[in-house]
């Protein structure tokens, strides 16, 4: 069975610093697909950042980066320059490559962005 | 663009009572879910669906039904509430499947049901 684990349920971090969230994993598949989720206080949760399992290269969108480790199962993100917009939960979630429906998310992280 | 729009918003239900969240999408996708987030935890897969007529369980599918006669339309079905339901729903759309690497859910605002 596939699971995603988030061991920190809460982070902070001053505006303008780089903080890096967890996230590990476990599938038998050798295809699969990695995310990162944002859900803000308005409660809409939208896609951050995607990983292919089969590309080496880390996923970058702007001021967020992915540092995938795919022998250790691990799948962190890190965000720069943190704005007081990025507070939100963050959520990690995998998806096995071919599966339609089930995509498996982690029990998130709540992120803090401090002036 | 409207994107996904889920009603009610907020409900409160007693115990053996039924209702039915509303879904529907503008974006002309294939795919829709219903997960479930309970506090502290991650989001559970109730239900889905890969096109109008044809629907499949998720992680979590007992004591809901749904339905999808139309692409936008995918309500989901509460049969006799239980407390252990409370929780908070979420209707996502993608276009394509997310086992193929390039889709991306889009989420409703959720729907906040409390069964007392």
């Known amino acids: 069975a596939q699971t995603v684990t988030q061991s920190q349920p809460e982070m902070s971090v001053q505006e303008a610093e780089t903080v890096t969230l967890s996230c590990t994993y476990d599938?038998?598949?050798?295809?699969?697909?990695l995310f990162w989720y944002k859900q803000p206080p308005s409660r809409q949760m939208i896609l951050v950042i995607r990983q292919e399992a089969y590309k080496q290269q880390n996923a970058t969108e702007n001021r967020f980066s992915v540092n995938f480790q795919k022998a250790a199962k691990s799948f962190s993100l890190k965000i720069s320059d943190s704005q007081l917009g990025d507070t939100a939960m963050y959520f990690c979630a995998l998806i096995d490559g071919g599966s339609q429906g089930n995509l498996i998310f982690g029990k998130g992280t709540k992120l803090s962005v401090k002036p | 663009n409207a994107g996904v729009t889920q009603t009610p918003k907020f409900r409160i239900l007693k115990i053996g009572q039924s209702m039915t969240l509303q879904c529907a999408q503008d974006?002309?996708?294939?795919?829709m879910y219903w997960y479930r987030q309970d506090p502290g935890m991650g989001l559970k897969l109730i239900y889905y669906?890969?096109?109008?007529?044809?629907?499949d369980k998720g992680e979590v599918p007992n004591g809901y039904n749904v339905s999808r006669s139309t692409t936008e339309d995918f309500p989901l079905r509460l049969e006799l509430a239980a407390p252990s339901q409370t929780s908070v729903y979420f209707c996502?759309?993608?276009?394509?499947?997310?086992?193929?690497?390039?889709?991306?859910?889009?989420f409703g605002e959720g729907s906040r049901l409390t069964v007392l």
């Open positions: 669906s890969v096109g109008a007529g044809i629907t």
């Open positions: 996502a759309s993608s276009y394509s499947s997310l086992g193929a690497g390039s889709g991306e859910l889009f």
């Open positions: 974006m002309n996708h294939n795919y």
């Open positions: 599938t038998s598949e050798n295809n699969y697909y």
